[in-house]
């Protein structure tokens, strides 16, 4: 890998970090049922962990209810128990072959809750970019050791790399501010 490879390849790889915390963030929603809302409940299916979407349709009732329909029998159960334990603090309903999933008015404490996952996708979104910003700089110490490039080459490469970090952490940070502040405002 040469020198432009790698910023470019960090950089490509930050910008997907942040596209994806903008998903995870507009999932987390203010107190409308939204059906993208269970897209990170996983369930067990003959032994491999799936979202709830590959193995029911989850669909909108109206704007508090989200009805979810297990293909197969059997997973009315396992299907209601993640949604359970999953960290989005609702109470889905059995009713023999589907599963309603009332949406909660925000109360205080909900919001406060919600604004935890948010910070929680924060965070993980930054430590994904800290993880690319270590990748790109040990491939810059490869090519140093290899000497393809020079050490000031490398320092000046690590600095833009740093940059580059640095921003897209900001950005991150706006994010997450941003969110808070709407599930936040009543």
């Not at 970090?17 to 409308?32: M, P």
């Not at 809302?37 to 962990?49: N, R």
């Not at 809750?113 to 810059?140: Q, S």
Request: no cysteine; hydrophobic share 35%.
């Amino acid at each position: 890998m040469s020198l432009a490879e790698i910023k470019k390849s960090a950089e490509s790889r930050m910008t997907k970090s942040l596209e994806t915390l903008k998903v995870n963030l507009s999932k987390i929603r203010t107190g409308r049922a939204h059906a993208g809302i269970l897209d990170h409940v996983t369930v067990d299916y003959y032994g491999s962990p799936v979202p709830v979407s590959q193995v029911a349709n989850v669909n909108l009732i109206d704007a508090r209810t989200i009805n979810v329909q297990p293909w197969e029998k059997k997973m009315v159960a396992i299907v209601e128990k993640a949604i359970r334990d999953s960290d989005l603090g609702l109470n889905p309903q059995s009713m023999g072959e589907t599963i309603r999933v009332p949406m909660p008015a925000l109360t205080e404490e909900r919001r406060r809750d919600l604004t935890k996952v948010v910070r929680g996708e924060g965070e993980d979104a930054k430590i994904a970019v800290r993880n690319l910003r270590r990748e790109a700089n040990e491939g810059l110490k490869r090519l140093v050791k290899d000497k393809e490039i020079s050490e000031d080459d490398e320092r000046r490469a690590q600095d833009e790399v740093q940059k580059l970090t640095d921003r897209n952490v900001a950005e991150i940070d706006k994010l997450v501010a941003q969110k808070e502040a709407e599930i936040m405002t009543v």
